[in-house]
């Protein structure tokens, strides 16, 4: 009876930890993976990992949601999307959004990265803003190698971050292009 208990909340911890899965992330027939909560299509290397993480600005509490392939310590493909409040959506333009972005990341790498370039862009019809990031020479001098690029895109109060960290890699471009919303 105990055994029979076990193995039937064995199965249906399997069960439920695959269905939460499939809400989150899913590969499409077409080979590149998907998120309805998202609301994305990106080409991952391989399946993302999900994870969610609480923040805080002011008062407003929101989660930010990350999905991260990486082939090893130096190839990190990156998606991350969080819904800012939508008063403080509504008192920037696109661009201010985007401009505010890209310095928050540089600022947050600032220590081994400084931004090369950036620009606006439009991809699968959303506008946004592409970035590069290089290594600093101290990060150099460790012999750290790779660098960092980024776009930022914004649907209504949405606001989406694609990166890659790493190395040069044959997926990049495909990754990088391919990010687009569900119709």
């Known amino acids: 009876m105990t055994r029979n208990l076990l193995l039937i909340l064995t199965i249906l ?7 939460k899965s499939n809400e989150t ?3 499409t027939k077409s080979g590149e993976y998907a998120s309805k909560t998202g609301n994305f299509i990106a080409a991952f290397p391989f399946e993302p990992n999900y994870t969610a993480i609480d923040n805080q600005m002011g008062l407003d509490k929101f989660q930010i949601h990350l999905y991260r392939s990486a082939l090893n ?3 990190i493909f990156s998606i991350e ?10 008192s920037m333009t696109d661009e201010q959004l985007y401009l505010q972005g890209v ?4 600022n947050k790498m600032a220590e081994s990265f400084k931004l090369e370039f950036q620009e606006a862009i439009e991809q699968h019809g959303l506008k946004g803003q592409y970035f590069v990031l ?3 020479k101290n990060a150099l001098d460790k012999g750290i190698k790779g660098h960092i690029q980024g776009k930022i895109f914004r649907k209504g109060n949405r606001i989406y971050t694609i990166t890659y960290v790493g ?3 044959k997926n990049v471009d495909s990754f990088m292009k391919s990010f687009r919303l569900i119709k």
Do not use: A
Not at 13 to 19: A, D, P
Not at 81 to 90: A, G, T, V
């Open 13 to 19: 911890t399997f069960i439920s930890c695959g269905n």
């Open 25 to 27: 992330i899913y590969k």
């Open 103 to 106: 310095t928050n990341f540089s």
């Open 134 to 136: 290089n290594l600093k």
């Open 81 to 90: 999307y969080y819904d800012y409040p939508e008063y403080l959506s509504k």
């Open 73 to 75: 310590q130096n190839k």
């Open 167 to 169: 190395q040069d890699d």
